[in-house]
Every structure is written in C-alpha cells, then in structure tokens.
C-alpha cells in the first residue's frame, strides 16, 4: 500500500524559510515521480514542484522559482522542499503526491497517490 505523509509545516514570517519533508513507501515501480502541491483557501490546487527519482530531474512553477528547491534522498525514500524567501502568498496547505514513471510533470490529475498535507502559514 502506497503512503505518503508529509511534515515540516508552520508559521513563518515574511522572508523566513521552512522545509517541508515527504516520506514515502509501498511503491511497486521502479521508476516514479514525487510531486509538491498547494491549495490557499477558497483557491485550486497549484503544482509546486516535483522531481524525479531516477535522474532527480525537477521542474518548479514560476511563482517559486529560484526561492523554492525541491530535493531526493532515494535511500531514505524522502523528498524535501526548501522553502526560503517566504511570501503570504506561499500560505496554504502542501501535499506531495507520487505518479509512476520518470515524468517531470506538475499536472495534478496523473497524479495518483496522495498525502493528506501539512499547513504553511506565512505571517507577522
């Protein structure tokens, strides 16, 4: 059985940092993606980052580009987000999500495997 479970949230302040750390299990396939997704209140939920197990490809949405990174530990089958420069807009619950196959893809419906997220609060 596949689980992720996501830690690492908070309350920041403007300009401060949090790392947000997935550990995963129960995966049947070699090859896999682990995707960083978020949701503000009364907001869709927007694709983060993700990156690839085989070769740690990445991919970031704009909005985080530059302030955000996303990182592999294999061996400890854990993916962490690096989150510095923090904004309010950053404010919201983030998921990390994992889909089969090598695919740097932020599109939340090949997503098939979920967390059940961790809250980000960025204010003074």
């Known amino acids: 059985q596949v689980q992720l479970v996501e830690s690492g949230g908070g309350l920041v302040q403007p300009g401060g940092s949090l790392r947000l750390s997935c550990a995963f299990s129960?995966?049947?396939?070699?090859?896999?993606?682990i995707g960083w997704f978020r949701q503000a209140p009364g907001k869709e939920r927007e694709g983060v980052s993700c990156?690839?197990?085989?070769?740690?490809?990445?991919r970031y949405a704009d909005s985080v580009k530059g302030r955000f990174t996303i990182s592999r530990d294999n061996a400890k089958n854990t993916v962490s987000l690096q989150m510095n420069s923090l904004k309010p807009e950053d404010t919201a619950v983030y998921y990390c999500?994992?889909?089969?196959?090598?695919?740097?893809?932020?599109?939340?419906?090949?997503?098939?495997?979920w967390g059940r997220g961790t809250q980000v609060t960025v204010s003074s």
């Open positions: 999500a994992a889909v089969g196959g090598n695919r740097v893809i932020l599109t939340m419906s090949e997503y098939r495997y």
């Open positions: 990156i690839t197990n085989w070769d740690g490809s990445t």
């Open positions: 129960g995966f049947s396939f070699r090859g896999y993606t």
